[in-house]
């Protein structure tokens, strides 16, 4: 398997007044045509690591990494603007919110629209026609309509595959999917989920699919990486799940109730300082 | 941030005050003021601003030690229009021959007399209105906006002028005129605050506790609406002085002798050729201060109201 | 710069109200009026104290001083063409007392009425018209009442196709306004210039009227330009924008002058300043007090600066330049001897006051500086300021304690300063004469008697004997203050030729000014 | 496919018809109240002032019975309540009566002074917006350098000074010392009788008619005050801007915008500024409504014959119908100016569409 | 038996839009009832109503037999019910401490022995005496809910309506949180009426539960009957099948 993204020994932290945040703290891991799932708690750093990557760190924060290597370009050293035509072109992103992360005055139409002319030379009725069919291909009934609704007019899951067309249309090659389908309703969830999954092996994408919940990571992704404040503090297959080492990772694992387990009270994690260290 | 748990002797004050599990309701609101404070001198310009303020203050307490001369009295024969610098005449005199520094530091009385009344009658008028209006919904809403419409649809200055012509001219028409006409954006403001915080679910708890509407908006509603109008008020205090000044300078404002800064410029206005200094001081002593309110409001609003800032 | 044929005057032209010579009583209407239209005769620029004719050829008082005869010149004719005739005279007139606007009273205190008018002031020919007075007048008296701009000969022909009927009730017994409504902004005249355009607060346009009967007008036209800061009309002047500043006040005077390309010019005005002292008042009614005050006026302060080069200290009544004027300046600033005259009064330690004043120069500097100068005696003065029409609102309810105003004549006679300052028949609050006097509840009843004799003394020298007399007395005993005399300044550019101003407000003639 | 495509869908919406029509009700029923309100106060307020309006009309010479039967006929001996039912009565067939002041009727007088004022304003608003939102949008930008802080005290000295103490010492030095501006007023007089305005907005006019030395001088007029007018809007505007643009960078949507691969002009001005501008629309109807009544200084100083001027002159002459119907004129455009921003921000903002 | 809580034919009308449609459900004393359904389904609604926080058009509610009027509510009904919010970002003022914010409902029933009481309304719910005088900013999302519940309990209610009191929680936490509230209830013998998208939590807390949709109650069981799959209607499958997990094509 082809290596698509090497990172090795990924710092990102933040200085404030009251000293410096370190979000991130030397996360190393390669990705092939792969799905890899990140998950962890609220505040371990996922989202971040995703963000570094596509370089999307707000200004303020510092990004170090003894690599970052993607399709052999260096990311440390790029440009911002190599940086900025590898975005979308070839690394995507998608973000967990629909409502909050298409622009709320544009129509959905012209968004995806927008990010095929960013990167390629199409004119407004190619780029048109291949917004529908993307939009098909995110199986959206009405292609027509929903191009002119604005985002306000869809629902989430609607919404959310708007947003996957808007971020797969340009053919990248990495995906990075920051809690997708959180803000969805169950139901709609395993949709949308579904969706991505044909997409990612049809075009035979590498995915990093960062979520919080084990469960869901371990049946879509094909490796899992744990992560706490900041660190990874377990790699392995999905499969091997349920043999996992840590005892950060079992608490994960175990402290969801589940429909006909019987656990009264439920296992709780009993954090212990040196998995931070 | 993370400040040990148990309080040692040897904690400073500093870490008592920032200590995020306080010992009593009194440390609790020292460390919010204390931080909220901290928010506000990292804001340099807002110090510059704190400090106008209170220079400010300071020169109204004790306008009668700092003043060289006399504020009304001048020397008509002598010492009439002199330039800045003349020996004994700091900023020159006007064409009273009154010392204009002297007057500038009795003005600043006026100058914080009117903002005081003015703040005074107006913010909590507008509080009261507008979290009642916000509050109540239905007819009491759409009776106390239309009236507050009423007063938003005229020009602010015309309505002034209008009122000050109609109760004669004179400082406390003037500051009537004002507080008048400056309660309606208050009103808005905090029925603005109150329709986003009366569907928040922390009200909805408190209503749950069984709260009266009137124990809900007194202790509830108004302390969220307070600081964003404290922020309002402070800023706005720089465009009351300004109406002030507006007025005294169209003659509708404070009256001769007091030495009213809108006033002096207004009587120096026909110096402004050969004796700039007349109408420029006041200027720059108005520019100043309501520079000074617009520093502070602005690092206020930073400190207390982070949204407002855009954070 | 401004065109070479058009002459821009910077002015301060908001008190004008109409335009209609038969309602017009405002300072600067006057001087529009006296541009813009012809009289029967007009003041003798060379001695103020006699006329000399103007529509009028010539003219002769009868024996028992009842009636005035005046012969027209002849192959005149109005801007609009028509000719002038002894008819349009009597029919100006006529409308004048019939429309019984403010100032109809310089003609209807010759015992004109509405049902009289066509009888005692009529066309005996083309060429004559006849006025009969009810009294044996000083024959100065009535002459210097008819160089007054209500006395304005209009084109009867044109007036005539611009009336109003309206229906006639007991205020306005007639059918028809006179053609007042239409001559508010119209123009009937017969002047070197003929008007325009008058927009309020904006600007008064003249045009040169080529059918005049006297000099002709050199400029094509003459454009009055609204600006009321002295400050700004100097940067205009300066700049050139505009010709001729009219409101100039002491500092930029100074400035004017010493600008080459500048000059300025003066004349005394019939305009006194005063203050006066409210009899209702139980301090300022005490003759003590009132004289105290006169001695608490820095009188030489305020010369050498607030009025310097627009006024002189001028202590009397009549101005200079009127029949009779007494010139006699006796009141210096003297604290002590004001202490003294207030202890007297019975208020040794001062009292409180307070005075209305206007919002504009010099009467607000010199109402601060007394404001000093009373403090030193003791007597807090607090000012209330308002705009004109406020504190005048305030003065006619007499509900001030003191008042500084400013009083021109309406005629040129010193009959009218005297019958202001000293008339006062019905002293209660529904009095109808609201004289002066009136205004702050003052009785001189001497002195009044004493005025209304000179009126009736046709020798000239003896009349103005009694005036003086009059002003002796009213010197040293009257709650009026009087301060100076203003002196009209205007700063100009060097290019104008035969720039000047006259002796009252309706002999500054624009007609022989001309440009380089 | 099992989804639920929709789950807003299954709300039923207003009809659109019904909603406008309620809405145009609810915006016509608010109109009207606040109108009759604005005609009590300033009924009010114009007969509390203690001028005898008598006296405005005649002036403090004219003889007593003269003054009495001036006020017979204005109706001033009439009780206060009937007084106002003329009044009302007036105003509902048009008629502002006439002012005492330039005799005019006073709908005439207004129709020649507020193209003066709007011209001004508008001016003003359009430097103030033209040169403050990129101003805004650059220290939001770059919040905390340089820029940010200029851009800051800018807009806070904007704020802090004094209107017409500003105009007085820019035109000393514009006019009295560099000579770059014209002299107070609208036009020169020289172009008065050469010059025939057809709309009143001068500059327009004399462009239309392609008379452009006459452009030219008004613009030499307008310039400074106009500058001056720009100052203050573009010191709210700028900050209104800028605050608007922290607001939107900080959205999720900016971080999608700048994941497809955007440039960073195109995130900033594509999409933070379009979103920024919905209620940056109402900010700017806002700024130019205070600039319709900030003209009241400014106009006194550079002797602009607005309607600024026009109220003060009446004001101060008791000319109260001038007054009143200069202040219900900018009432309604004040009323006018409010709902042209509601329907622009309803065209601006979709979500607003179909509610 | 009178049920502590019975809802007869519940409507809930906000201008013009149905959000309740005739919803019937009656909860036994000291059970605990679970309501699970997509979002906007009108669960939270449901729960408003009964706590007088929603427009009621028709139907009836009552407590322990005794009819509510209306959207009114009485002192002492509050003295009985009580709520927790879902989002426990947006449940407690931000600028009151923990101490005020439970001496409130002290303050407006009178009740005395504020000091004692919200000691122990802190001990219970796990947080010490450490937490009393802190700003709502100065705590994690589970010890906000924490706090929520200790600010319900102080009134010693005997129902609880919990609107997702965990979904804003990270699955650690969560179990905490739930954790407390079974041994609250356990406790107090507490009647639960409690809404959850996760069907787990529901089966894990309730006894019985409730399955809405679009405003309506679809279907009716007990976890039992769900736990086995003895599910009647397509929709409460649907909802099985997702929270079980991704299945790979
Ligand atoms: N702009 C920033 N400034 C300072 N600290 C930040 C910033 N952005 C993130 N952090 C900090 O970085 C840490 C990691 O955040 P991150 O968003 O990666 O968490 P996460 O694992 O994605 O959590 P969640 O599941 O809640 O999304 C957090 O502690 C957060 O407070
Ligand atoms: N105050 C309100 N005004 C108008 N509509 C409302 C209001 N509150 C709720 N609704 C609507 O009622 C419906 C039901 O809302 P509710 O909050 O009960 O759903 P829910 O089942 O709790 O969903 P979620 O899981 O998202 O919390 C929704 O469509 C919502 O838009
Ligand atoms: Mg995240
Ligand atoms: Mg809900």
Redesign the pocket.
């Known amino acids: 398997m082809t290596t698509l993204l090497t990172v090795d020994n990924l710092k990102v932290s933040y200085p404030t007044r009251t000293g410096v945040i370190e979000a991130v703290r030397g996360v190393s891991f390669t990705l092939g045509k792969e799905r890899l799932g990140i998950v962890g708690e609220s505040g371990s750093g996922k989202s971040q690591t995703g963000r570094a990557i596509m370089g999307l760190t707000p200004k303020h924060g510092v990004v170090t990494a003894d690599r970052l290597d993607f399709n052999g370009i260096d990311l440390i050293k790029a440009s911002t603007g190599e940086r900025r035509r590898l975005r979308g072109k070839r690394i995507a992103m998608i973000l967990q919110d629909p409502k909050y992360s298409l622009d709320p005055v544009m129509s959905i139409g012209r968004q995806i629209c927008e990010t095929l002319r960013t990167h390629e030379k199409v004119g407004k009725a190619e780029a048109r026609e291949r917004a529908l069919a993307m939009l098909e291909a995110v199986q959206i009934r009405d292609p027509k309509r929903v191009f002119d609704l604005h985002p306000h007019e869809v629902s989430g899951g609607m919404g959310q595959r708007a947003m996957i067309a808007m971020m797969l249309i340009a053919g990248p090659e990495l995906l990075i999917a920051d809690e997708p389908t959180s803000a969805l309703?169950v139901t709609v969830q395993l949709d949308v989920l579904r969706i991505m999954d044909r997409l990612v092996a049809e075009r035979g994408m590498g995915l990093i699919f960062v979520s919080h919940d084990l469960r869901l990571v371990s049946s879509f992704c094909d490796r899992v990486i744990v992560m706490y404040a900041g660190k990874i503090v377990e790699e392995l297959a999905a499969a091997d799940l349920k043999h996992a080492q840590h005892p950060y990772t079992q608490g994960l694992l175990n402290c969801m109730p589940e429909i006909g387990s019987n656990r009264h009270p439920l296992p709780v994690l009993d954090r212990r300082p040196e998995w931070a260290a | 941030m993370t400040a040990p748990a148990s309080p040692s002797p040897a904690m400073s004050r500093r870490e008592w005050l920032l200590s995020d599990r306080p010992q009593s309701r009194l440390q609790a609101r020292l460390g919010r003021a204390y931080v909220t404070w901290r928010q506000f001198t990292a804001n340099r310009l807002a110090v510059v601003g704190l400090l106008i303020i209170v220079a400010l203050l300071f020169v109204a307490a004790f306008a009668n030690l700092i003043a060289t001369h006399d504020p009304v009295v001048g020397d008509l024969r002598n010492a009439r229009l002199l330039p800045p610098g003349t020996a004994e005449y700091l900023l020159g005199t006007d064409d009273q021959g009154r010392d204009i520094f002297s007057r500038l530091i009795y003005g600043s009385r006026l100058t914080l007399l009117v903002i005081v009344l003015v703040a005074v009658i107006s913010a909590p008028i507008g509080l009261i209105v507008g979290t009642v209006s916000g509050y109540a919904g239905g007819w009491v809403d759409a009776t106390l906006m239309r009236i507050t419409d009423i007063f938003l649809a005229f020009p602010k200055l015309v309505l002034a002028l209008a009122f000050v012509a109609a109760l004669g001219p004179g400082i406390q028409n003037a500051i009537i005129a004002i507080a008048i006409t400056s309660w309606p954006p208050y009103a808005r403001i905090a029925r603005a605050e109150t329709l986003t915080v009366r569907?928040s679910d922390y009200i909805s708890a408190v209503k749950l506790m069984g709260a009266s509407p009137f124990r809900i908006i007194l202790r509830h509603v108004m302390p969220l609406c307070i600081s964003s109008l404290i922020v309002r008020v402070t800023l706005d205090m720089a465009g009351i002085i300004l109406t002030a000044a507006g007025l005294g300078f169209l003659g509708l404002g404070a009256q001769p002798p007091l030495p009213e800064w809108g006033a002096m410029i207004a009587s120096g206005r026909r110096f402004i050729l050969d004796q700039w200094w007349v109408a420029a001081m006041p200027g720059i002593a108005i520019l100043i201060v309501s520079l000074g309110f617009n520093l502070l409001g602005d690092g206020l609003r930073d400190a207390l109201d982070p949204k407002e800032a855009g954070q | 710069e401004t065109p070479k044929d058009t002459l821009v005057e910077g002015f301060a032209i908001d008190d004008i109200i109409t335009m209609d010579p038969g309602e017009a009583f405002e300072l600067s209407t006057a001087e529009v009026t006296s541009n813009s239209y012809s009289l029967l005769v007009r003041l003798d620029m060379e001695d103020t104290s006699k006329v000399k004719g103007d529509l009028a050829e010539s003219w002769s008082v009868s024996d028992d001083g009842l009636t005035y005869t005046f012969k027209l010149k002849s192959g005149m004719k109005f801007a609009s063409g028509n000719p002038i005739t002894a008819e349009d005279v009597a029919w100006s007139f006529e409308r004048a007392v019939k429309l019984d606007k403010s100032p109809a009273f310089i003609l209807t205190q010759f015992g004109l009425t509405g049902d009289n008018v066509t009888e005692k002031a009529k066309a005996a020919d083309a060429g004559t018209f006849v006025f009969t007075v009810d009294k044996a007048y000083a024959p100065s008296f009535v002459l210097n009442c008819l160089t007054a701009t209500v006395a304005s000969v209009v084109d009867k022909k044109l007036v005539m196709e611009h009336v109003k009927a309206v229906t006639p009730d007991a205020e306005h017994k007639y059918d028809n306004d006179f053609g007042n409504e239409w001559l508010k902004t119209g123009y009937a005249g017969s002047g070197a210039y003929k008007l325009r355009e008058w927009r309020a607060n904006e600007v008064v346009v003249l045009e040169r009227n080529d059918n005049y009967y006297g000099d002709k007008a050199k400029l094509n036209r003459v454009i009055y330009r609204y600006m009321k800061e002295s400050a700004a009309q100097r940067l205009a002047l300066e700049a050139g924008d505009i010709d001729i500043a009219r409101n100039l006040e002491p500092g930029d005077i100074d400035a004017v002058s010493k600008n080459a390309d500048l000059a300025t010019t003066s004349a005394p005005k019939g305009t006194i300043y005063y203050v006066s002292l409210n009899n209702k008042n139980e301090n300022l009614k005490k003759p003590e007090v009132q004289e105290a005050f006169k001695y608490l006026v820095d009188y030489d302060a305020i010369g050498a600066t607030l009025i310097k080069g627009i006024g002189e200290i001028h202590q009397t009544f009549l101005p200079k330049g009127q029949l009779g004027a007494l010139d006699e300046n006796p009141y210096k600033l003297d604290v002590a001897k004001a202490k003294e005259l207030l202890a007297k009064a019975g208020v040794p330690d001062g009292f409180s006051i307070t005075m209305d004043v206007r919002n504009t120069q010099p009467v607000t500097g010199i109402a601060e500086s007394m404001q000093q100068t009373l403090a030193q005696a003791g007597v807090k003065m607090e000012i209330i300021p308002g705009d004109g029409k406020q504190t005048l609102t305030k003065y006619r309810a007499r509900t001030h304690d003191m008042y500084i105003g400013q009083w021109g004549s309406d005629y040129f006679d010193p009959n009218s300063n005297a019958d202001t300052f000293t008339g006062n028949p019905d002293n209660s609050d529904a009095g109808t004469v609201k004289t002066l006097a009136w205004r702050n509840a003052w009785e001189a009843p001497e002195l009044d008697k004493q005025a209304k004799a000179a009126l009736l003394e046709r020798d000239a020298a003896k009349r103005a004997a009694i005036y003086q007399d009059i002003q002796k007395k009213y010197l040293a005993n009257s709650p009026f203050v009087f301060i100076f005399q203003q002196t009209e300044v205007a700063g100009y550019r060097k290019n104008l030729k035969d720039f000047k101003l006259g002796p009252s407000f309706d002999t500054n003639f624009v007609g022989p000014i001309a440009k380089e | 496919m099992s989804t639920v495509e929709t789950?807003?869908e299954?709300?039923p919406r207003k009809g659109r018809a019904g909603a406008f029509t309620k809405a145009a009700g609810r915006f016509l029923f608010a109109a009207v109240t606040t109108y009759l309100g604005l005609l009590a106060v300033t009924f009010f307020i114009g007969r509390v002032v203690p001028i005898d309006p008598v006296l405005a009309i005649l002036g403090d010479r004219a003889p007593s019975h003269v003054v009495e039967r001036v006020r017979q006929e204005m109706g001033f001996n009439l009780p206060l309540y009937q007084q106002f039912f003329i009044y009302i009565k007036g105003i509902l067939s048009g008629d502002f009566g006439n002012s005492v002041l330039t005799t005019n009727p006073v709908m005439v007088d207004i129709r020649r002074v507020l193209p003066a004022t709007i011209e001004l304003a508008t001016l003003g608003t359009l430097i103030g917006a033209f040169v403050g939102v990129p101003l805004g949008v650059l220290a939001a930008v770059r919040r905390g350098s340089i820029a940010d802080q200029v851009v800051r005290v800018v807009g806070l000295v904007g704020y802090s000074v004094p209107i017409f103490w500003l105009a007085l010492i820019s035109l000393v030095i514009f006019y009295a010392q560099l000579r770059w501006v014209a002299f107070p007023g609208r036009i020169d007089i020289v172009f008065e009788y050469t010059f025939t305005p057809i709309t009143g907005l001068y500059l327009l006019d004399s462009a239309w008619q392609g008379q452009w030395d006459v452009f030219y001088d008004v613009f030499r007029h307008i310039i400074l005050p106009a500058s001056l007018l720009g100052y203050f809007s573009l010191a709210y505007i700028s900050r209104m801007t800028r605050s608007f643009m922290l607001n939107e960078l900080s959205q999720e949507y900016i971080v999608a915008a700048r994941a497809k691969g955007l440039s960073e002009t195109r995130v900033i001005w594509g999409h933070a500024l379009r979103n920024a501008a919905v209620p940056l629309v109402t900010v700017i109807a806002l700024s130019y409504a205070g600039l319709l009544e900030g003209s009241v200084l400014t106009e006194t100083v550079f002797s602009w014959p607005g309607i600024g001027l026009y109220i003060t002159n009446s004001l101060q002459n008791a000319d109260m119908n001038a007054v009143l119907g200069g202040t219900i004129v900018i009432g309604t455009v004040f009323i006018g100016i409010n709902l042209l921003s509601d329907l622009l921000y309803r065209t601006l903002d979709p979500r607003t569409r179909n509610r | 038996m009178i049920a502590a809580l019975e809802i007869d034919n519940l409507s809930?009308v906000?201008?013009e839009?149905h959000?309740?449609k005739d919803v019937s459900l009656a909860v036994e004393r000291g059970e605990s009832f679970g309501?699970v359904?997509?979002?906007?389904?009108?669960?939270?609604?449901?729960?408003?109503a009964v706590a007088g926080l929603?427009p009621i058009s028709s139907g009836a509610i009552r407590i322990d037999g005794e009819a509510l009027r209306g959207s009114k509510r009485s002192k002492t009904f509050y003295r009985r019910v009580q709520m927790v919010f879902?989002d426990p970002y947006g449940s407690l003022h931000p600028r009151q401490t923990i101490d005020r914010l439970l001496l409130e409902p002290l303050a407006i029933h009178d009740i005395d022995d504020s000091e004692r009481r919200i000691e122990r309304a802190l001990d219970e719910v796990g947080l010490g005496n450490g937490f009393r005088f802190r700003y709502p900013h100065q705590l994690s999302g589970g010890q906000r809910q924490r706090v929520a519940i200790a600010r319900a309990l102080i009134v010693e209610p005997s129902i609880l309506l919990l609107?997702?009191p965990t979904?804003a929680l990270d699955a650690s936490v969560q179990a905490e949180v739930l954790n407390l509230l079974e041994q609250i209830r356990r406790d107090r013998k507490l009647t639960f009426v409690m809404?959850s998208?996760d069907l787990g939590v529901v089966t894990h807390m309730c006894e019985r539960l409730a399955v809405?949709r679009n405003?309506a109650v679809v279907e009716r069981l007990s976890s039992r009957e769900l736990a086995e799959g003895a599910v009647h209607e397509d929709y409460t499958r649907n909802l099985m099948i997702a929270s079980k997990g991704f299945v790979k094509a």
């Open positions: 309703d | 569907r | 789950t807003q299954a709300r | 809930v906000y201008d839009f959000a309740l309501l359904g997509e979002s906007g389904s009108g669960k939270s609604t449901l729960l408003r929603a879902q609107d997702e979904s809404v998208h809405m405003g």
